[in-house]
């Protein structure tokens, strides 16, 4: 079946720009998971939803970061007044139920000039 | 606080030989712990994960994975490498007593399978 998808898979945007990242889960996973890879490291956690709602955001590094889920399935990460700093992977995983395994999209790469 | 320790940034077996990656974690409660394979330009691959129950845990493509208590260590292993097992492999904890799910990781052990 279909995986986590993640669009796009790569952007460019320039520093103080805004982006938005689009995440879709597995069909019928209720909790969805970003969390963020930099070069040389472990994938590190952002926000969880579940359902529509944002279960735990403390992750997310400052108030330039937001995240929706309005249906309670596509996801769209949102960065505001980008930063160099900024760039890595984001990474998307969605899982049936909280607390159960999560499955990982590709990732879109975001690079801040 | 929950931590991952993956003390190998590298880990370099000849095909057909054995390879253990190693893994240890840091959590206040229980333990559910995970494998995870990423391969160049590609998002994580689940490969097993520990619950409760049996120590010795197998997961996809061959590997197993044994939980110890005792030394918070939880080592991937295959009894036969292949080539195509090149990959980072991450590890990852959750502490079963915390109220969030996010999942912790390791910075990854890059594995080199040679012919």
């Known amino acids: 079946g279909a995986g986590v998808s993640q669009t796009p898979s790569n952007k460019v945007t320039e520093k103080g720009k805004y982006v938005e990242l689009r995440c879709d889960p597995i069909?019928?996973?209720?909790?969805l998971y970003w969390y963020r890879q930099s070069l040389g490291q472990g994938p590190e956690f952002l926000i969880y939803?579940?359902?529509?709602?944002?279960?735990?955001d403390s992750g997310l590094p400052n108030d330039r970061f937001f995240a929706v889920r309005p249906e309670g399935s596509v996801s769209t990460l949102k960065i505001q007044r980008t930063e160099r700093g900024d760039s890595a992977v984001y990474l998307c995983a969605s899982s049936l139920i909280g607390r159960d395994t999560q499955y990982f999209g590709p990732g879109t790469r975001l690079t801040v000039l | 606080a929950q931590s991952v320790a993956q003390p190998e940034d590298q880990v370099n077996v000849a095909e057909g030989n054995p390879l253990t990656v190693k893994c240890t974690y840091s959590?206040?409660?229980?333990?559910?712990l995970f494998w995870y394979v990423q391969y160049p330009n590609r998002g994580l691959q689940f490969l097993l994960k520990?619950?409760?129950?049996?120590?010795l845990v197998k997961g996809s493509y061959g590997f197993e994975a044994e939980f110890n208590k005792s030394q918070t260590s939880f080592h991937l292993k295959k009894p036969s490498a292949l080539v195509s097992d090149s990959a980072l492999y991450f590890c990852a904890v959750r502490d079963t007593d915390e109220a969030g799910t996010a999942l912790i990781f390791g910075k990854g052990t890059t594995l080199s399978v040679s012919s």
């Open positions: 939803f579940q359902g529509t709602g944002a279960a735990d």
């Open positions: 069909s019928g996973h209720t909790a």
């Open positions: 959590v206040s409660g229980n333990p559910y």
């Open positions: 520990y619950i409760t129950g049996d120590n």
